[in-house]
């Protein structure tokens, strides 16, 4: 089980830290993932990380902006959002899969948290 936190309205240029927070034995050995989708779009790849926090990708869009983090002591993983921008404004989605390798692929994600929105004001 996935739980987002830490969305809310930021103005441009601003920051904010989402977490996600996760539930079950085998997180440290997950792959986790943040997702979006903007309102009439559909849900597009952000960042991933594997579990030892060696391989971390991003989507270019948010690639030098974004750090995406992960604590397996306390099975949570962050993503820390910077210099944000209206088109960053979406519901961010925490998602969670078994195998050890990232992917940037959706539907390789088992696990899905509900959701956490995120507006940036122009």
Do not use: H
């Not at 977490?19 to 989708?37: L, V």
């Not at 902006?65 to 949570?76: L, Y």
């Not at 696990?111 to 956490?116: K, M, N, S, V």
Request: aromatic content about 10%; proline content about 2%.
């Amino acid at each position: 089980q996935l739980a987002e936190s830490g969305g809310g309205l930021v103005q441009a240029g601003g920051s904010l830290r989402l977490t996600c927070a996760a539930s079950g034995t085998t997180f440290s050995s997950a792959s986790m993932a943040w997702f979006r989708q903007a309102p009439g779009k559909e849900r597009e790849f952000v960042a991933t990380i594997n579990g030892l926090s060696t391989i971390r990708y991003y989507s270019e869009a948010v690639e030098g902006r974004f750090t995406i983090s992960r604590d397996n002591a306390k099975k949570t993983m962050d993503l820390e959002m910077s210099r944000l921008k209206p088109e960053d404004t979406a519901v961010y989605y925490c998602a969670g899969r078994s195998d050890t390798l990232p992917s940037t692929t959706r539907r390789l994600y088992e696990y899905w948290g509900q959701g956490t929105q995120v507006t940036v004001s122009s």
